[in-house]
Each structure stands twice: as structure tokens, then as C-alpha cells.
Nanobody, 126 residues
């Protein structure tokens, strides 16, 4: 069974930092684009960041650009999201996802992601 397992969430004060990790089990996603999405209470899931299969191309939502950094270590089969200068509006459950097609580019559309993690809670206090 293929699983994506997120970790690194928690409670942090505004202005603080957190680093999320996502480690697949059951298979490797080294050749697939991956992304981070988030869902706040009462809101729809939204795109946060995406990275190409090689790690050479990244794409961010305007709301996190300049504060968040997506990266991947294909040798470790792990995806990361470094979050700096956190704001209360960043509070949400964060999900990692793996794209549907190998060697495809970055994608902000959640419909193009086939595998999803269970999510990790990030809470930013003011």
C-alpha cells in the first residue's frame, strides 16, 4: 500500500518557523512532481507549493512566496517545506501529494495529484 507520511507540524508563534517533511512508503516518487497543499477550517484545500521531479523547478502560491521553500532529496525519497515568517493565516492542515505522471512539470492543480498524505497540523498563534 502506497502512503505519504507528513511530519513536522506543530504550534508556533507568529514570525516563527517550521519545517515539514513528507516520506513516501511503498514506492518511490523520485521521478514525479510533488506538492504541498493546505486546508484551513471551513475553507477549501488550496495550493501552497510544487516542485518538479528533478527539483530544478519550483512554484509557489502568492500568499507564501518569499516565506516558504519547497525542496526534495531524491536520494532520501523525501519532500520538504521550510516555512519561515509564519502568520496566523498559515494555520491549516498541510498535505503533501505526488503527481500522477512521471517526469511532468510542476502543477498547482490538486486534481493532477494521485497520492496524498494524511496531513499534519500547523497552528500559528498571534
Amino acid at each position: 500500500q502506497v502512503q505519504l507520511v507528513e511530519s513536522g507540524g506543530g504550534l508556533v508563534q507568529a514570525g516563527g518557523s517550521l519545517k515539514l517533511s513528507c516520506a513516501p512508503s511503498g514506492r518511490t516518487f523520485r521521478n514525479y512532481p510533488m506538492g504541498w497543499f493546505r486546508q484551513a477550517p471551513g475553507k477549501e484545500r488550496e495550493f501552497v507549493a510544487a516542485i518538479s521531479w528533478s527539483g530544478g523547478v519550483t512554484y509557489y502560491a502568492d500568499s507564501v512566496k518569499g516565506r516558504f521553500t519547497i525542496s526534495r532529496d531524491n536520494a532520501k525519497n523525501t519532500l520538504y517545506l521550510q516555512m519561515n515568517s509564519l502568520k496566523p493565516e498559515d494555520t491549516a492542515v498541510y498535505y503533501c501529494a505526488a503527481g500522477a505522471r512521471a517526469y511532468s512539470g510542476v502543477d498547482y492543480n490538486s486534481n493532477n495529484y494521485d497520492y496524498w498524505g494524511q496531513g499534519t497540523q500547523v497552528t500559528v498563534s498571534s
